[in-house]
């Protein structure tokens, strides 16, 4: 396994953006178009964007996890109608994968 503390030695910087959203009531539906249609193309076409992941959970969620090739960049703000409050954006550092699948 890795050494993240070697990583973080050697000035590593974050490459992947968690960002998470909850949902106006009844809205969870619009809020995903709207990620599919608008902030996932807007991300993809940020040059060092490599890739965006999108998750829904049973409470309304939405869960995006960005992968970049250098500093992450912001996900723009959802429309306030589609959602309960505003978003929250944290950085990583990723460390491997295993096991990963297309799908």
Same mark, same amino acid.
């Given at each position: ?8 030695? $050697?000035? /590593? *910087?974050? #490459? ?9 009531? =009844? %809205?969870? &539906? ?17 040059p060092n964007c490599l890739?965006?992941? $999108?998750? /829904? *959970?049973? #409470? ?9 090739? =250098? %500093?992450? &960049? ?30």
């Amino acid at each position: 396994m890795p050494d993240p503390s070697a990583a973080e030695q $050697a000035g /590593a *910087a974050h #490459d992947t953006l968690m960002w998470e959203v909850v949902a106006a009531p =009844g %809205r969870l &539906a619009d809020l995903l178009r709207w990620i599919d249609e608008e902030a996932v193309p807007d991300l993809l076409r940020t040059p060092n964007c490599l890739s965006v992941d $999108a998750y /829904a *959970a049973a #409470d309304d969620r939405a869960v995006l996890i960005i992968r970049f090739e =250098g %500093r992450p &960049a912001r996900v723009p703000d959802p429309p306030e109608d589609l959602v309960r409050r505003s978003a929250h954006q944290w950085p990583f550092r990723h460390l491997w994968s295993r096991g990963v699948r297309s799908g």
